[in-house]
């Protein structure tokens, strides 16, 4: 899948049924610290989500890159500083943050809703681990 240069945000979201409308949330982060800005109109790309056991799944592997040698490659690299907000924890209690493509970082020690600064320590093809390094970001 080719992604666009124009991309301004990526992040996961429910879609919900509103009367005759459906609709889907953007998270305040987008806003806050994003490109997004109210009231402006925005194209909206939907990405399945194919590979997935059902709705609201929290493995790793969900949105990953493929690691086909032709595939797309991590986005992220070791000794990688980024800012990430948990959205999820995984089933051993990881925290779990998804930045470019849905790629999936575990941050052993975050909490749902955090926003937190990691170092990149290990990088795989479907998923990436960080270790905290500063909270409240």
Known sequence: M???DELLCLFSAEV??????YVLDVPRREVETGSVEPGETYRVAL????GEGGAGG?????GAATGDAGGPQPPVEPG???YVEIEDIGKQGDGIARVERGYVII????EVGERVKVE???VKSN???????????
């Open 80 to 82: 990688e500083m980024r």
């Open 127 to 137: 998923f990436a681990v960080g270790e905290i390094v500063e909270e409240g970001v």
């Open 120 to 122: 990149v320590t290990e």
């Open 47 to 50: 990405i399945s989500r194919t």
């Open 2 to 4: 080719e992604i666009s």
């Open 16 to 21: 919900r049924e509103n009367g005759d409308d």
């Open 107 to 110: 941050v052993p020690g975050g």
């Open 58 to 62: 929290s493995g790793a592997d969900e």
